[in-house]
């Protein structure tokens, strides 16, 4: 069964401050992913990435960047967190032969 | 516990016909259903629902939510070899976050 599990589920945090979001997949799936979802919005690309140390910029990278220093971990870094950037936070990860993404269960964050 | 079903979960078909894809939820305090169509590495948005009875259009594709019933369906009629891909139904509720459906594989043959 896979699991894609990521690190809160709800997240509060002051204008400024520097955010961490972690992601986490136990099915050894090379590419991940980070997305935000906002209201009336679909699924915005933020970042991905298709191997340790590996990076892309999705749609929306501004304000945000990445690491991935483990294969099962990918970490998405807000540097100073604007209220903008209160949104759900969705982490997926697919192997290289189904390209099926599976979902965590989201972070919500909110910036005040 | 929150969840949604999709079914079918594979579907084989030639290139013309038209196929009706089916999504269940569970979940409280709903807000939102959403359609998403996944080819190579992202998903693309289709639709979000809200509004029970509803349709919502896009060129071949329908889709329909019954909130009474709690089910969505996906249609897509004329289908053509581009229409491959995983169909996937996530659905929003209200203070809590995203459940995703399995998704639906969708082959369209020519």
């Known amino acids: 069964d896979v699991k894609v599990t990521q690190s809160s589920r709800y997240l509060v945090k002051r204008t400024g401050e520097k955010v961490f979001l972690e992601c986490v997949q136990d099915?050894?799936?090379?590419?991940m992913f980070w997305y935000r979802q906002d209201p009336g919005l679909g699924l915005r690309l933020i970042y991905f990435?298709?191997?340790?140390?590996?990076?892309e910029k999705g749609d929306i990278p501004e304000g945000y960047s990445v690491s991935r220093e483990k294969k099962e971990r990918f970490s998405l870094i807000l540097e100073s967190a604007s209220t903008n950037q209160t949104s759900m936070y969705l982490c997926?990860?697919?192997?290289?032969?189904?390209?099926?993404?599976?979902f965590g269960p989201g972070t919500r964050l909110t910036v005040t | 516990e929150d969840k949604v079903v999709q079914s079918p979960l594979s579907l084989v078909v030639h290139e013309g016909d038209t196929v009706t894809l089916n999504c269940s939820y569970e979940?409280?305090?709903?807000?939102?259903l959403l359609w998403y169509k996944q080819e190579k590495k992202a998903p693309t948005f289709l639709f979000m629902l809200?509004?029970?009875?509803i349709e919502k259009k896009s060129g071949r594709l329908s889709s329909i939510l019954d909130k009474k019933e709690l089910f969505s369906i996906l249609n897509i009629t004329a289908t053509q070899t581009g229409d491959s891909a995983v169909y996937l139904c996530?659905?929003?509720?209200?203070?809590?976050?995203?459940?995703f459906g399995p998704g639906t594989r969708l082959s369209v043959l020519p």
């Open positions: 099915m050894d799936h090379e590419n």
């Open positions: 990435s298709y191997d340790v140390k590996m990076k």
């Open positions: 979940v409280t305090n709903f807000r939102s």
């Open positions: 996530a659905v929003e509720a209200y203070g809590q976050n995203f459940v």
């Open positions: 809200t509004s029970s009875g």
């Open positions: 997926a990860s697919t192997s290289d032969l189904t390209y099926e993404q599976y």
